[in-house]
Nanobody, 122 residues
Framework: VQLQASGGGAVQDGDSLTLSCAAS????????MAWLRQAPGKEREFVAA????????YYADSVKGRFTISRNSAKNTVYLQMNSLKSEDTAVYYC????????????????WGQGTQVTVSS
């Protein structure tokens, strides 16, 4: 599966932004998907994950209640709706597939895409 994230940009505190991750490959619909992010000088961190059929989601505590992950398997796309953005959300955001059968809370990822920059200023 090849992945390409898009939708990043520069916004203000409290603004909203929606990221998209377009996937190519026949096996996309079988994989749970995730969003991760990496801020300057920090390690990459988990943000959110969604099951292969979209029935289950899992979020990092830092974004719970503000971010929503969703997917449209017909379009081979995963989304990350980000509301109430804060300066600490500034990072490069990546989408990734999870190995088949991996639980959402397990930090294992297989395919990665190129990231998209999100910058939140106060």
């Amino acid at each position: 599966v090849q992945l390409q994230a898009s939708g990043g940009g520069a916004v203000q505190d409290g603004d909203s932004l929606t990221l998209s991750c377009a996937a190519s490959g026949r096996t996309f619909s079988f994989h749970a998907m995730a969003w991760l992010r990496q801020a300057p000088g920090k390690e990459r961190e988990f943000v959110a994950a969604i099951s292969w059929n979209g029935d289950s989601t899992y979020y990092a505590d830092s974004v719970k209640g503000r971010f929503t992950i969703s997917r449209n398997s017909a379009k081979n796309t995963v989304y990350l709706q980000m509301n109430s953005l804060k300066s600490e959300d500034t990072a490069v955001y990546y989408c990734a597939t999870k190995p088949l059968g991996t639980a959402l809370a397990v930090p294992r990822f297989s395919s990665w895409g190129q990231g998209t920059q999100v910058t939140v200023s106060s």
